[in-house]
């Protein structure tokens, strides 16, 4: 163990190093992977970039983030659930959707916040986790706090005190924003072990660090539109996580945690094109077909509204200018008729489901 490191699971870990790390963070292995994963990154925006409408499918990408991060804290709900909440005009009553939907929120905002002020901050982290637990929450001001595994055992003892964790945050907000030295992959890896490990927040905080790598990828530039599904690796390969995470804090190894971060990167970028080429070629196969047994409904306009979200309803289209209550009720009537769409009461309202959009999504190959 490094000496500068030590560590005692059971002690407020009051010593946490500040950044930059004082160990070599871009060895040859580092450096090799962040080639493949800085590649695979760029693809992806460049997809999204020329996409016809590169914000159509960001409320189905950030749902399907926000579903995945909050899994890793054990907050389940579905995906029919949570399109439906979305669509449909109703209290929702589940809690871990009302979880999900509040992550999704959370991250519009950091997003908007970014477009005003391109810097994040620790302002910007509470207002963050405040809009994901839709409390006043603020960083942990009384001692008490530790994280345990599964069988109760005390496994980290986090920074404790107001001040020395504001300290800490004001460390890693200098770092985010002003050091240029070190590769922004490799920058970004770095930032989200110091969040997790500083623990700013009685709750939230796994959450909020992944929403925080998503507004660096694109305060970086190095994805224009954050839309990638990063905590879907996370899920699948949570003990690894966890484990290269402890690794970094007990034994001050970073080449094992930022090789799994760079692998996060690559794998989930090339599923998430896959998925786009996927949704794009049966969005077009769609679009053909309407227009070829219902030329009268089909419009380039209509096709992107159910291809937005897996669920519609009449509001959506009346809201896009396709027509009147009367007209658009005749489409989607005429669309359920030839098989396009599905019909569905929620409450009063009738939502229609692209079942096959759904299907892309749910498919996790």
């Known amino acids: 163990m490094n000496k500068m490191n030590k560590f005692d699971r059971n002690i407020p870990y009051n010593d946490l190093p500040l950044l930059p790390p ?4 871009e060895t040859k292995q580092i450096l090799r992977k962040t080639i493949t994963a800085g590649r695979a990154l760029a693809q992806l925006n460049g997809t999204l970039l020329n996409l016809p409408n590169p914000t159509l499918f960001l409320d189905t990408i950030y749902l399907q983030e926000a579903k995945a991060s909050s899994e890793v804290e054990n907050i389940i709900t579905t995906n029919d659930e949570l399109y439906k909440s979305l669509v449909a005009n109703r209290k929702v009553d589940n809690s871990a959707t009302k979880e999900v939907l509040s992550y999704k929120e959370a991250l519009w905002l950091g997003l908007e916040e970014l477009k005003r002020k391109p810097f994040i901050t620790t302002n910007l982290c509470v ?6 637990k839709q409390n006043s929450a603020s960083i942990r001001n009384t001692p008490g706090t530790t994280l345990s595994n599964i069988q109760g055992k005390v496994i980290y003892t986090p920074p404790s005190g107001e001040s020395v964790i504001r300290e800490k945050l004001a460390n890693l907000e ?7 030295t070190i590769d922004p992959l490799i920058k970004m890896a770095i930032l989200h072990y110091q969040f997790e490990a500083i623990h700013p927040f009685y709750d939230g905080n796994g959450r909020t660090g992944r929403i925080l790598l998503l507004l660096y990828l694109k305060l970086s530039g190095l994805l224009d539109t954050p839309a990638i599904y990063l905590s879907e690796y996370i899920i699948k390969n ?10 970094v804090t007990e034994k001050n190894e970073w080449e094992d945690y930022i090789l799994y971060m760079l692998d996060m990167i690559e794998v989930t970028s090339n599923k998430g094109l896959k998925r786009l080429d996927k949704i794009t070629e049966v969005m077009e196969e769609t679009a053909n077909e309407i227009k070829m047994k219902l030329p009268r409904v089909y419009s380039k ?25 009367k007209t658009v009720g005749n489409y989607l009537i005429a669309l359920e008729e030839k098989g396009f769409l599905k019909s569905e009461k929620v409450g009063k309202e009738k939502l229609y489901l692209n079942q096959k959009l759904l299907e892309i ?3 996790n190959e």
């Open 174 to 180: 200098k770092f985010i924003n002003e050091d240029e």
């Open 238 to 247: 949570k003990a690894e996580y966890y484990r290269c995470l402890r690794d």
């Open 22 to 25: 004082k160990v070599d963070t």
């Open 127 to 132: 207002r963050i986790v405040q809009c994901i």
């Open 361 to 363: 999504l749910e498919n």
């Open 301 to 325: 306009d209509l096709i992107e509204i159910l291809f937005r979200l897996p669920y519609t309803k009449r509001q959506n289209l009346i809201d896009e200018k396709i027509g009147s209550l």
